[in-house]
């Protein structure tokens, strides 16, 4: 499948290729700063496409593993990829939020949920990790 996607100003596109429909919610805390929490979906990063503004894509090293990455006009949290991770390199999130509809996806599980806020219960009956998934 060929999910299709870019920021709010429109300068941003790309196409991401999986046959993955199942998304994550991320509670860490630096996700919660990020945007309120990070619902993405999961890809190996060959097969993610930028088919434009990739010049306006600004990524921050938001970790000793990770970076993220926003479109530097409007501010869309658009990537988080662990590009120093050994083992998960390979793979990129991209923001739900980000993709065009309709996304036919479903948010099918919680994680980190032992760092979310003290602000909110996590209260549907999806899965929950207390790290990572």
Not at 23 to 44: E, I, M, P, T, V
Not at 110 to 130: K, S, W
Request: charged content about 20%; overall charge negative.
């Amino acid at each position: 499948m060929a999910y299709q996607g870019g920021c709010l100003c429109g300068k941003v596109r790309y196409t991401a290729n999986t046959d993955r429909q199942d998304l994550s919610r991320c509670h860490c805390k630096q996700c919660r700063q990020w945007g309120g929490a990070f619902d993405s979906l999961g890809l190996k990063h060959a097969n993610l496409t930028i088919t434009s503004g990739e010049e306006l894509i600004k990524w921050y090293l938001s970790s000793d593993v990770a970076r993220r990455g926003f479109c530097q006009e409007c501010g869309t949290n658009l990537f988080w990829q662990a590009d120093r991770h050994p083992e998960w390199s390979q793979f990129i999130a991209v923001s739900a939020g980000t993709l065009d509809e309709p996304t036919n996806t479903v948010l099918t599980k919680h994680i980190f949920c032992a760092h979310n806020g003290d602000y909110y219960e996590i209260t549907d009956d999806l899965t929950q990790f207390p790290e990572d998934g």
